[in-house]
């Protein structure tokens, strides 16, 4: 177990690089400033539900971690949907895809956490905050020039 934790962090310290600052590699997604807020607020959601996700697994409150869970799954992109509408116009298929992934991840970790299956819930989780990761480095929102 030691040697398993030793390697993950060796991998994480390997992968990890400092913020760039003048070779910017990530692509550009351009929207209004208040689509731009919109979006990040979605984000944000996503944020707090896994920071109360954590909090209710390490009080063994299931239901509080299971409940944080499903409000961010394929039932906020539901209520969503209309408010969003406009916004999945402009934004990239791979972008639209990966978020719909992360919402239905949200939707199979909290089944997870339903089952109390604390090794399936880990790996929901790691699969979860790799989505997370990969937008973050993939994408940057941009407020877009007026015509």
């Known amino acids: 177990m030691k040697i398993k934790i030793q390697i993950i962090l060796l991998i994480i310290m390997t992968n990890c690089q400092t913020p760039k600052t003048n070779n910017e590699q990530r692509k550009a997604i351009f929207l ?3 689509e731009k807020e919109f979006v990040l607020m979605e984000m944000r959601e996503l944020l707090k539900a896994l920071h109360y996700i954590h909090v209710g697994l390490s009080n063994e409150n299931y239901e ?3 409940q ?3 409000k961010v799954g394929m039932n906020m992109v539901n209520e969503l949907k209309a408010a969003e509408k406009m916004i999945l116009i402009k ?3 791979e972008f639209k895809k990966l ?3 992360t919402h239905n991840q949200f939707d199979i970790l909290a ?3 339903n089952k109390k299956d604390n090794k399936k819930i ?3 989780l790691s ?3 790799s989505y997370c990761v990969n937008c973050h480095d993939l994408y940057k929102f941009e407020v877009e020039h007026e015509k």
């Open 99 to 101: 978020g719909f992934a």
């Open 122 to 124: 880990q790996e929901n």
């Open 91 to 93: 934004l990239p298929s």
């Open 111 to 113: 089944d997870s956490i």
């Open 32 to 34: 209004t400033k208040e």
């Open 64 to 66: 509080f971690a299971y």
């Open 68 to 70: 944080s869970s499903k």
């Open 127 to 129: 699969i979860l905050t």
